[in-house]
């Protein structure tokens, strides 16, 4: 499966932005789904996950209650809903494509990513 991500821009403190992540290929419904990012100077790091469904969902305790992941079936993509963004959620976020279950681990497939910046 390829991934393109997007939706990436600047934003201040405090507002909101969404990515999308749109699949390639006809079994996107197979697998689980996760965003990750990675800020300048340190390591990639998860932010959430979610089941092929839909119905369940993991964060990052940094991303917990601000940031909502929710993915549509029919149309390929999964989105990750960013609110009350801090300057420290300011990185290059992935999106990424894992057979099974949802999980902090273990992503098969890579998109692009796309930069997010949060000013101050």
């Known amino acids: 499966v390829q991934l393109q991500a997007s939706g990436g821009g600047l934003v201040q403190a405090g507002g909101s932005l969404r990515l999308s992540c749109a699949a390639s290929g006809r079994t996107f419904s197979s697998y689980a789904m996760g965003w990750f990012r990675q800020a300048p100077g340190k390591e990639r790091e998860f932010v959430g996950s979610i089941s092929t469904t839909g119905s369940s969902t993991l964060y990052a305790d940094s991303v917990k209650g601000r940031f909502t992941i929710s993915r549509d079936n029919a149309k390929n993509t999964v989105y990750l809903q960013m609110n009350s963004l801090k300057p420290e959620d300011t990185a290059v976020y992935y999106c990424?494509?894992?057979?099974?279950?949802?999980?902090?681990?273990?992503?098969?497939?890579w998109g692009q990513g796309t930069l997010v910046t949060v000013s101050s």
């Open positions: 990424a494509a894992r057979s099974g279950t949802y999980s902090r681990y273990d992503y098969d497939y």
